[in-house]
């Protein structure tokens, strides 16, 4: 059974920046296409960005182009998305995406953008 687990998400200011991290077990984590979407209250979940289970195709939400980067490091069975210049707009719970086969969903972590 896979399991996703995030961290790294908090409260932070206007322009700031946070990583978040998302650490896969129980699979073989460079199969599959990793994810994150975030969802703000009362919205539907979105993505944000992609990347492919070899990391050599990359997409990104409109809103989030040039602001955000996702990367992964199979070898640490871990996805990453960077995310810098934040904006209250950014404010959502962030989910960790797994897909192979089937779909793997983390439990999410708060992110909190204060102007």
């Known amino acids: 059974q896979v399991q996703l687990v995030e961290s790294g998400g908090g409260m932070v200011q206007v322009g700031g920046s946070l990583r978040l991290s998302c650490a896969a077990s129980g699979g073989t984590f460079s199969r599959y296409r990793m994810s994150w979407y975030r969802q703000a209250p009362g919205q539907e979940r979105e993505l944000v960005a992609a990347i492919s289970s070899a990391g050599d195709s990359i997409s990104y939400a409109d809103s989030v182009q040039g602001r955000f980067t996702i990367s992964r490091d199979n070898a640490k069975n871990t996805a990453y998305l960077q995310m810098n210049s934040l904006q209250p707009e950014d404010t959502a719970v962030y989910y960790c995406?797994?897909?192979?086969?089937?779909?793997?969903w983390g439990q999410g972590t708060q992110v909190t953008v204060s102007s």
């Open positions: 995406h797994g897909l192979w086969l089937r779909q793997y």
